[in-house]
């Protein structure tokens, strides 16, 4: 387990000082490393945390949320979101990762979300660990799997090239071929990694609890080299395990290596919030709207065109219906400038898929917040000599997925 430490809380871009009044010294060099580690493997084009050393020392975060711990200090970057508390930033936050990832949040489990004060990490691993024990008191999913064993009497089938080998000399021993029931399965290999991983990082008494009963559960389950390339067959006979399977892979956040080696250098759970966003309102459009109309990460077309090639491909974030391109940023608008500060690497991004799809509305949407106006719809322009509608859209994700999925109704039906 990790050693108990202090557990700092910042937002995106905000600043953790060195020193007396943050972090030690020592321990912002760990976070930092460990940010660096993250950043080969997240798509982010900042850093996950900058270090200064003016003359007030600080660490300061990137559009990258979640948690980073080393021994002694955890780091909690939540995103920026309208009107809300620590606590409702997590809640919010959490939502998300669950929508982005296609797991449900049970009743039970936004009863827990209301009422947890911990960090983010310790909310993650709590829904996971109680949810598993759950599924694990009725049992660990089994499958058969064949063996290989010596034995003094005929079990299955006789293995007639080992027996006229091995034991040619030896008649009182039977090379047998049979099946198993085990489980040790590459499923129950997954979530055994996860659950131990996961140890090294909780530092709640009640996770570390839960943690232990898990351990003991998966006792005779093996240890994965290699929980990513688990060959995981998710069927009827393990539907109580789909979404703990995801969990898993959320909780692991893809960082597979060192999942049986401890938590000496760190845990991090890490995530884009220009990437979650994206996703969050991609499913959250999905699921409200009838099948077949919403496609994410269109492919198909291109801006430019060269001996019957294609060339630059274009991939909208969203588009509806063949003709309504959706983009999402999370990018916080101006709402005292006449423009909301939309940026004009935006705007021309925009016109090229309006070309490409023959687009009859083109939507920008943004976070919303406090300062800007209600209503789904911003601002409502026309691409110039042409009778495109530009819109420019704000969702509150601090509301509930249903006041979420409506607003994006409205922005979908053009709604101002």
């Not at 039977?174 to 909780?202: G, I």
Request: glycine share 8%; net charge positive; hydrophobic share 45%.
């Amino acid at each position: 387990m990790s050693a108990a430490g202090a557990t700092h809380t910042i937002p995106e871009w905000g600043n953790l000082p060195i020193g007396d009044k943050g972090v030690s010294r020592d321990r912002a060099l760990r976070l930092h490393a460990l940010a660096e580690r993250e950043k080969s493997r997240l798509p982010v084009p900042q850093p996950i945390l900058s270090c200064s050393w003016t003359a007030k020392p600080s660490l300061q975060a990137g559009q990258v949320v979640g948690v980073l711990s080393v021994p002694g200090a955890t780091l909690e970057i939540l995103p920026k979101i309208a009107g809300a508390e620590d606590a409702g930033v997590r809640q919010a936050l959490t939502r998300m990762l669950a929508v982005a990832w296609g797991l449900p949040i049970a009743d039970s489990e936004r009863t827990l979300l209301a009422t947890q004060r911990d960090n983010l990490l310790e909310v993650l691993i709590r829904l996971f660990a109680d949810g598993l024990l759950v599924a694990v008191r009725r049992g660990l999913p089994h499958r058969y799997r064949p063996v290989e064993e010596d034995l003094a009497f005929l079990r299955g089938k006789l293995d007639i090239h080992r027996q006229c080998t091995r034991h040619a000399v030896r008649p009182d021993r039977l090379a047998c071929r049979f099946e198993e029931l085990s489980v040790d399965t590459p499923l129950n290999r997954v979530l055994k990694a996860a659950v131990r991983r996961l140890t090294f990082a909780a530092r709640s008494s009640a996770n570390v609890r839960l943690l232990a009963e898990l351990r003991a559960r998966f006792e005779f389950v093996g240890d994965s080299r290699d929980p990513s390339a688990e060959p995981v067959r998710l069927d009827r006979t393990n539907t109580a395990f789909h979404r703990l399977y995801g969990w898993a892979r959320l909780l692991l956040a893809g960082d597979w290596q060192g999942t049986t080696m401890g938590g000496a250098e760190g845990f991090a759970l890490l995530f884009p919030m220009n990437d979650l966003f994206e996703e969050f309102v991609g499913r959250t459009l999905k699921s409200a709207l009838a099948p077949g109309r919403v496609y994410l990460q269109a492919t198909g077309r291109h801006a430019l065109a060269h001996g019957g090639k294609g060339l630059f491909s274009l991939q909208p974030d969203i588009v509806v219906d063949g003709d309504l391109v959706i983009d999402t940023k999370w990018k916080h608008l101006e709402a005292q400038d006449g423009k909301l500060g939309v940026k004009q690497a935006d705007v021309y991004q925009m016109l090229a898929y309006a070309r490409a799809y023959n687009a009859r509305r083109l939507v920008l949407l943004y976070p919303w917040d406090r300062h800007l106006p209600t209503g789904a719809i911003l601002r409502r322009w026309t691409v110039a000599g042409t009778d495109t509608v530009f819109d420019i859209a704000a969702v509150n994700v601090g509301e509930s997925r249903q006041s979420v999925a409506n607003t994006l109704r409205q922005v979908v039906d053009g709604r101002a």
